[in-house]
């Protein structure tokens, strides 16, 4: 199975700054990623699929980045509507598995 | 809008047997591959099962043999049959709707549709 490595677990940042969140896969995943956020309480929204493209409404402040093992999610300028929890997920293969996480919380 | 709404989760003792199900509304339900996840209490994320427009079923070695994903596409409803459940299996169960995106001559899945999921408790 494909492990996959999200980093970090947790991060404590003030509005406007920016965040980079990446996920490390244990083997190539040839770009078959996608990104999610969980607001507290709700189910995950789609953010990215791709590794690189933006779900329909998401804002242009989110982006993906990435190829091989490595991959990455950058929010500009983060908004207070941008903290919560974000998971990665691969789709190169079976089982589909998920990074662990990384919870984001208001400095 | 598309919709996904879970049901029938609940309270069931190790050993027993559960079914959910998701109404699926705003969309041809038909035509698309859908699947469940399912939350742990330490909010890991868990893919659980998948079933193809076509009927074809996928699953991960720990429900395999347990679990079994179907669907009605007159009633446009997808079902999970549980059973021989653990303490393991307690979790939030979310529907998702799965979608190919087609570049080239590769194929990228994603879950693009959620639902607000149905809990479901293993416990003595």
């Known amino acids: 199975d494909i492990q996959m490595t999200q980093s970090p677990a947790s991060l404590s940042v003030s509005v406007g700054e920016t965040v980079t969140i990446t996920c490390r896969a244990s083997?190539?995943?040839?770009?078959?990623l996608a990104w999610y956020q969980q607001k507290q309480g709700k189910s995950p929204q789609l953010l990215v699929y791709?590794?690189?493209n933006l779900a329909d409404g998401v804002p242009s402040r989110f982006s993906g980045s990435g190829s091989g093992t490595q991959y990455s999610l950058k929010i500009n300028s983060l908004q207070s509507e941008d903290f919560g929890s974000y998971y990665c997920?691969?789709?190169?293969?079976?089982?589909?598995?998920f990074g662990g996480g990384t919870k984001l919380e208001i400095k | 809008e598309v919709k996904l709404v879970e049901s029938g989760g609940g309270l069931v003792k190790p050993g027993g047997s559960l079914k959910l199900s998701c109404a699926a509304s705003?969309?041809?339900?038909?035509?698309?591959?859908m699947s469940w996840v399912r939350q742990t209490p330490e909010k890991r994320l868990e893919w659980v099962a998948s079933?193809?427009?076509?009927?074809?079923?996928y699953y991960p070695d720990s429900v395999k043999g347990r679990f079994t994903i179907s669907r009605d596409n007159a009633r446009n409803i997808l079902y999970l049959q549980m059973s021989s459940l653990r303490s393991e299996d307690t979790a939030m169960y979310y529907c998702?709707?799965?979608?190919?995106?087609?570049?080239?001559?590769?194929?990228?899945?994603?879950?693009?549709?959620w639902g607000a999921g149905t809990t479901v408790t293993v416990s003595s």
């Open positions: 998702a709707r799965a979608k190919t995106y087609y570049y080239g001559s590769s194929s990228y899945w994603y879950f693009d549709v």
């Open positions: 079933i193809s427009s076509g009927g074809s079923t």
């Open positions: 791709a590794a690189t």
């Open positions: 083997e190539n995943i040839y770009s078959n």
């Open positions: 997920q691969h789709f190169w293969g079976t089982p589909w598995t």
């Open positions: 705003g969309f041809t339900f038909s035509s698309y591959a």
